[in-house]
């Protein structure tokens, strides 16, 4: 079965950090993007970054407003991708989602088709 | 930054009834749209991608079609399920993109 487990979510000060984990079981992790999707309470999906598989020469690519802030990174023999979230603000207080991409097509990044339950990440003094 | 734009908001229906929720962005995403559904409390599930292909076990009553700007997504006849949020993405341009969502409610 193809599933994804985050981890890593908590309660943070503002200006803390925090490094969130999404561990993959069921499929090829290397061949695919991996996603980390946000969603603040009450609001809509945002996307938050992506690293690429190995198609994609394991390329990253963020969201402006956590540029320089986050990163992304992936440990493939451990099928885990992580978010470090540092300078967290009150507005980055969302649940984030961990995303595989489909197996669709060769261009880009496909839509995500399998996501974990998410991990609540609570920015407050 | 390619803007999704959603519409209505919110929709209420019952049961039974067909309905269609558009997707309009701001610039051409050629057929690079996909479409979810998400209950509360639940992550989103993958309805439909490039448009107009339903995803592994989505019902066929679900549907997608459009093309560059303005896209749709059609339930032919609402189960009680069915009732969620819906959101569009996109994925021709970084960054990706997600509509604000449509709101399905029960009338």
């Known amino acids: 079965e193809v599933q994804l487990l985050e981890s890593g979510g908590g309660l943070v000060q503002p200006g803390g950090s925090l490094r969130l984990s999404c561990a993959a079981s069921?499929?090829?992790?290397?061949?695919?993007?991996m996603t980390w999707v946000r969603q603040a309470p009450g609001k809509g999906l945002e996307w938050v970054s992506t690293?690429?598989?190995?198609?994609?020469?394991?390329?990253?690519h963020f969201a402006d407003f956590v540029k320089g802030r986050f990163t992304i990174s992936r440990d493939n023999p451990q099928n885990t991708v992580y978010l470090q979230m540092n300078s967290l603000r009150a507005e980055d207080m969302a649940v984030y989602f961990c995303?595989?991409?489909?197996?669709?097509?060769?261009?880009?990044?496909?839509?995500?088709?399998?996501w974990g339950q998410g991990t609540m990440v609570t920015v407050s003094s | 930054e390619i803007v999704l734009t959603q519409s209505p908001a919110t929709l209420s229906l019952s049961p039974g009834e067909r309905v269609t929720l558009s997707c309009r962005a701001s610039?051409?995403?050629?057929?690079?749209l996909a479409w979810y559904q998400q209950k509360p409390g639940q992550a989103p599930r993958l309805l439909i991608y490039?448009?107009?292909n339903r995803a592994t076990g989505i019902p066929a009553r679900f549907s997608g079609s459009g093309s560059g700007t303005d896209f749709t997504l059609t339930i032919s006849s609402l189960e009680p399920e069915d009732f969620a949020f819906y959101y569009c993405?996109?994925?021709?341009?970084?960054?990706?993109?997600f509509g604000q969502g449509t709101r399905l409610e029960i009338k």
């Open positions: 995303a595989k991409e489909g197996d669709y097509t060769q261009l880009g990044v496909n839509a995500f088709d399998i």
């Open positions: 069921g499929f090829t992790f290397t061949t695919y993007a």
């Open positions: 690293i690429t598989g190995s198609r994609g020469g394991y390329s990253t």
């Open positions: 610039q051409s995403v050629i057929t690079y």
């Open positions: 490039d448009a107009s």
């Open positions: 993405q996109q994925r021709r341009d970084w960054p990706i993109t």
